[in-house]
């Protein structure tokens, strides 16, 4: 069973910058994701990455985030630039054993305990 911790949330203003973290408890995985969940949405996918280095991203964030991954340390990271408004939302990170469509919630096996991430004006 694998554990998801992430960290990093916080409150900002529109334009500031933050960086979430979620460390995992073991390598079974091949990708690593950050959905996220506003109030009355579904949850959807931000960003994505395999153990290999492949990156994907929603529309609604590429070029403000960035996934990276430090699999010496079994962590990946989103950082958050430019963020709006809209960006407000708890932000979970995830964990999928197989290689399969990178935006579903259905294809990722673990899940993080979900953090809060709040942009103002």
């Known amino acids: 069973q694998v554990q998801l911790v992430e960290s990093g949330g916080g409150s900002v203003q529109a334009g500031g910058s933050l960086r979430l973290s979620c460390v995992a408890s073991?390598?079974?995985?091949?990708?690593m994701a950050w959905f996220r969940q506003a109030p009355g949405k579904q949850r959807e996918g931000v960003a994505a990455?395999?153990?290999?280095?492949?990156?994907s991203y929603a529309d609604s964030v590429k070029d403000r985030f960035a996934i990276s991954q430090d699999n010496a340390k079994n962590t990946v990271y989103l950082e958050m630039n430019s963020l709006k408004l809209e960006d407000t939302a708890t932000y979970y990170c995830?964990?999928?054993?197989?290689?399969?469509?990178?935006?579903?919630?259905?294809?990722?096996?673990?899940w993080g305990q979900g953090i809060q991430v709040t942009v103002s004006s």
């Open positions: 995830a964990a999928a054993t197989l290689y399969r469509p990178w935006h579903a919630t259905y294809n990722y096996d673990y």
């Open positions: 073991e390598v079974t995985y091949v990708r």
């Open positions: 990455i395999s153990r290999v280095g492949t990156i």
